[in-house]
């Protein structure tokens, strides 16, 4: 095993990371420090071997585009959920799941929960992909990010907690069907533009709660890991407590 395959699969193991474990995966990759342009590849070919065929990997493919924007399953919108590893990711993605907001691409043994019981105007709470990873034990891992870059699971909790900052609203997105144009209604959740949040204050106090956090120290910044079973359970408790919770303090 050369070197750099080595540290990556310790990395893995640090963050209690299994074979034939279910993944979703957000990821930074400069966090690691590693000067190479085919460094994704490698990093994702690692992953791959690491979890196994019995394992599953699922990572973000989200559009949150205007109404003009057009959904095509085959096409990956490049925004902030893009990542190098997601880019990678999604040349060799065997599934997709056809939500218009937030979608999700998968390969592995459960592969196929993306495509079960989908209704495209679902991004967040019940039968969101969410809450079908949460009900297949995914592990929730954050290679090299934190919560404030990637904790999009706080935003489906703050949908199931209903938090009084959020306003129900009807966004008409458009969706490629064959080879013509449709126009689908989806329920969604604004939030007040102006407000800030602090998903990593929220993150702490996960683990001050109960959850189990794995942190691991890269060179610039850390990876963690938690099962979203954790993260739903923890995060329903705070913000039963503080329906405001995500949002950062001012003075």
């Known amino acids: 095993m050369d070197t750099l395959k080595k540290n990556i699969v310790?990395?893995?193991?640090?963050?209690?990371?299994k074979k034939n474990d279910n993944i979703l995966v957000y990821s930074k990759l400069s966090s690691f420090g590693i000067i190479d342009r085919h460094f994704s590849?490698?990093?994702?070919?690692?992953?791959?071997?690491?979890?196994?065929?019995?394992?599953?990997?699922?990572?973000?493919s989200y559009t949150f585009e205007n109404k003009d924007y057009i959904f095509n399953i085959k096409t990956l919108k490049h925004n902030y959920s893009s990542s190098l590893l997601v880019k990678e990711f999604f040349k060799i993605k065997k599934i997709r799941s056809k939500r218009l907001i937030h979608s999700h691409i998968a390969l592995g043994l459960k592969a196929g929960i993306l495509k079960k019981n989908i209704d495209p105007t679902i991004s967040l709470g019940r039968n969101s992909d969410f809450d079908i990873m949460t009900k297949n034990n995914f592990k929730c891992i954050f290679f090299g990010c934190n919560a404030d870059e990637a904790g999009t699971f706080f935003i489906h909790l703050e949908y199931l907690n209903k938090v009084p900052y959020r306003k129900d609203i009807i966004l008409k997105k458009k969706i490629l069907h064959g080879k013509k144009n449709k126009i689908i209604k989806v329920n969604y959740?604004?939030?007040?533009?102006?407000?800030v949040f602090d998903f990593n204050s929220a993150f702490q106090k996960l683990k001050r709660l109960g959850a189990k956090i794995n942190k691991v120290e890269l060179k610039y910044g850390f990876s963690y890991s938690l099962s979203l079973k954790d993260f739903l359970k923890y995060g329903n408790i705070m913000l039963k407590k503080n329906k405001n919770a995500l949002v950062k303090k001012t003075n």
């Open 10 to 17: 310790n990395h893995f193991k640090k963050l209690k990371i």
């Open 41 to 60: 590849k490698k990093f994702l070919d690692i992953l791959i071997e690491y979890i196994g065929p019995n394992g599953t990997i699922i990572m973000p």
């Open 189 to 195: 959740s604004s939030r007040p533009k102006k407000m």
